[in-house]
């Protein structure tokens, strides 16, 4: 069981606007940023967001992230065949003093 | 650039011991802030942060699995070990290194699979 709790799926048609959701603690996403992580099939994991709302080079504007409180959010606009994937969150935790990530989100694009 | 890549068998006996190697080049693990870690992701499951050491050689270990890992580095060789002992088919996972900057996982290794069989 993940420390961040995430929904397990959540779906969209294209050209829509898909939000998931992460849930966690004080020690965590209370405490310190978080970072979004883009997994397509069969690939590793990719950095989405980090610090909460910060894009990496090449990552399109359509993915934003915000936080309040102990929970965070990505969300994705303009929904496109290519954006579906498996996406994470994960947070600094100051108790466990580890990383901790949450269970993941599989995104379908109907 | 930053890229990393993992080595290692793919095939270990339970009870056996799991040596990793992550060869990295793009950075320096002498610069400050700078970590490489290790992710686990078993199949069709969830991302498992496993362990962590920075540029000044300190370390970081998930307390789950505390007892079973050790991280090390070579920094002459942008190389980062990461040893697992007592190894159990759950155990079966793609194993991911990773660049850290302070605790945030920027950049990932293609991931290697490994199976744990007798």
């Known amino acids: 069981q993940s420390v961040l709790t995430q929904p397990p799926s959540a779906s969209g048609t294209p050209g829509q606007r898909v939000t998931i959701s992460c849930s966690g603690s004080s020690s965590n996403i209370g405490s310190n940023t978080v970072n979004w992580y883009q997994q397509l099939p069969g690939t590793a994991p990719k950095l989405l967001i980090y610090s909460n709302n910060q894009r990496p080079s090449g990552v399109p504007d359509r993915f934003s992230g915000s936080k309040s409180g102990t929970s965070a959010s990505l969300a994705i606009s303009g929904l496109q065949s290519e954006d579906e994937a498996d996406y994470y969150c994960a947070a600094w935790d100051d108790s466990l003093n580890v990383v901790v990530f949450g269970g993941g989100t599989k995104l379908t694009v109907l | 650039q930053i890229t990393l890549k993992e080595s290692g068998p793919t095939l270990v006996k339970p009870t056996q011991t799991l040596t990793l190697t992550c060869t990295f080049s793009?950075?320096?693990?002498?610069?400050?802030?700078?970590?490489v870690g290790w992710i686990r992701q078993p199949p069709g499951k969830a991302l498992e942060w496993l362990a962590l050491i920075y540029w000044n050689d300190d370390k970081r270990y998930s307390p789950s699995l505390k007892s079973r890992l050790t991280i090390t580095k070579d920094t002459s060789k942008n190389q980062v070990v990461l040893t697992m002992t007592n190894m159990d088919p759950v155990d079966t996972a793609t194993y991911y290194c990773?660049?850290?900057?302070?605790?945030?996982?920027?950049?990932w290794g293609q991931g290697t699979l490994v199976t744990v069989s007798s």
């Open positions: 793009g950075f320096s693990l002498s610069t400050s802030g700078v970590g």
């Open positions: 990773a660049h850290s900057s302070n605790w945030e996982v920027d950049y």
